[in-house]
Structures are given as C-alpha cells and as structure tokens.
C-alpha cells in the first residue's frame, strides 16, 4: 500500500510541476473569440470554409443572419485557390515532395457605411513527403492537410474579426 501512495504522489507531483510549467510559458486553452458584434451577414461566394465559417461564428456566440438589414457586420467572401506544388524531386525523376498552399479572401464593412474594407487575404501552407508506393495513404494524408489547412483559415478570419473590434461598434 505504501508503494501505491509513494507512486500516486510522485505522479501528482509530475502533474503540478506541469502545470506550472504550462501556466509560466502563457499556454492557454482556446476559449471563446472576443468579437464586438453578435450578429453577421455573409454575402459573396460560397467557399469551402463556409460551412465551417458560420459553424465557429455560431459557436462563438455570432448569429449568421439571412439578410444585409438586421446585420451589425458584412463578410464578404471573396474568392479562394488550393495549389499543389512540386517541392523536391528523386534523382530518378520520381516527385519527394508536395507543398500545399490554400488561399482566400475577403473584405468587411458596416451597414451603414459604403465603403468596404481593404481586401484580406489569408493563406495556409503545409508540406508533405510523397511516396509512390503509399499512394492512397498519401492521398489520404494530403485530403487531412486540406482540411486542416481549411481549419486554420477559419480560426485566422475570426483572429482578424476580432481585430476590428474597435470599427464594428
């Protein structure tokens, strides 16, 4: 019983020495983004974010309103480009590497005001090893960075709305 207690409070020991090593270095859990609206319009081209895009609006306490008139803010998603590059070849010619890059971008303004925003663009990058022989596996893993890089766009557009803040009121 005593070598329970001895390795149960070791192990509590590990766990406040990192949490306090977690706490000293800043890491926080992502909470709720602070946005200075909690309703939003979003007009222009359906993308493959949008889905997403309104699902962390929501999440975030910001409804996506169906028309411009009951809208504190305007999103206008502009456009989008996913590109597969060539970043490194074998000597026998064969691909080694791939570098994906996502890109989209969009523009805000106010109701009430006719000018919209400088255009925003937000860009996701992702490297990947390429290999012949593991093709539908690598087929599945760059499908996984696409979507991750999707995700980052997002988590980006409401970093960036959150940062108008002080115009959106």
Known sequence: MQNYRSA????IHWLVLLTLILSACGFQL?????LSFK???IQ???????RELKQSLNANGI??????ENAELLLDLLD???????LSL???????EFELNYRMSFRTREPASPTWSTVQT?????DFSYNDNALLGKADEEEKLNISMRNDAVHEILRRLTAIKSTAK
Do not use: C, D, P
Not at 8 to 11: A, P, Q, S
Not at 80 to 86: A, H, L, W
Not at 90 to 96: D, K, N
Not at 122 to 126: E, F, G, L, N, P
């Open 8 to 11: 149960f409070m070791h192990r």
């Open 44 to 50: 222009g081209n359906t993308l493959s974010i949008s």
């Open 80 to 86: 989008e480009t996913n590109e597969k590059r060539i």
């Open 30 to 34: 992502r909470g709720m983004t602070e």
């Open 90 to 96: 074998s000597g026998g010619g064969l691909v080694r």
């Open 63 to 68: 409804q996506v309103v169906a028309n411009a």
């Open 39 to 41: 309703n939003l319009y």
């Open 122 to 126: 937000v860009q996701v990058r992702r």
